[in-house]
């Protein structure tokens, strides 16, 4: 059985990775593991593939072992992965409680890797795998601190893991893009100081996706859409950190 396991497949990045690969794509099931069943089931009517709606919180270790228990009934093959969940917090340190900042750590750090390293023993030659990244990992972001850090986490754990599992003929490769139109922000702004204020380009999740797909069939190493993000990425890749600290918090007109 050819399948494709998509997290956060509710809404945003993950759902329209659900669209667009079953649009490039025939697969004999499409995983969507959310924590919302309803927005799941939804899917099943923009798509051919059959949708399989697997609710999970993937902060939670039992719904990893859940997904493991799926993986071990069914033994399928899974042609792709994509790992979308996760969420950010606006605020400094002491604006984010302390359960949302481990949250946030458990969510897009543990549960991407968790997710992953489950599902590689069923993948091989020519399957492929997104994670879900964010320009934020290419530089430190005050304001947004956690989440920039879970994402370098991101970024290094892709490009290691790469080329670790390259003999295999599988590919993984991180999709870092600017800011995206999505739900995110609404719980990114939930009991925040709304320090981040200042969003220079925005992107729609079909650019994002569109281009990771074409990115992953060129081999690229990194998914970044847009020109201006890019330019963005080598420069903070070229200055001090300091100094790009600097200013992004006078374009944020934070102290």
Known sequence: MKIAVVTGASSGMGREFVRQLDRKESFDEIWAIARRREKLEDLQS?????????????????????????????????????????????????????????????????????????????????DRVFELDSLSAFQPVPGLGVYGASK???????????REVRSKGIRVMPVCPGWVRTDFFERATQSSSSTITYFNRWYTPEQVVSTALRDMEKGKAVSVCGFPIKAQVLAVKLLPHSLVMRIWMRQQKMR
Request: with cysteine; proline share 5%; net charge negative.
């Open 46 to 126: 923009e798509v051919r593939a059959p949708v399989r709606a697997i609710p999970l919180d993937l902060a939670k270790s039992e719904s990893c072992a859940e997904y493991r228990a799926l993986l071990e009934e069914y033994k399928p093959r899974v042609a792709v992965l994509v790992n979308c969940a996760g969420y950010g917090k606006f605020g400094k340190w002491d604006d984010i409680p302390l359960e949302e900042a481990l949250g946030m750590v458990d969510v897009n750090c543990k549960a991407l890797v968790a997710v992953t390293q489950l599902t590689l023993p069923y993948m091989g030659e020519g």
């Open 152 to 162: 370098a986490f991101v970024l290094s754990y892709s490009r290691a893991l790469s």
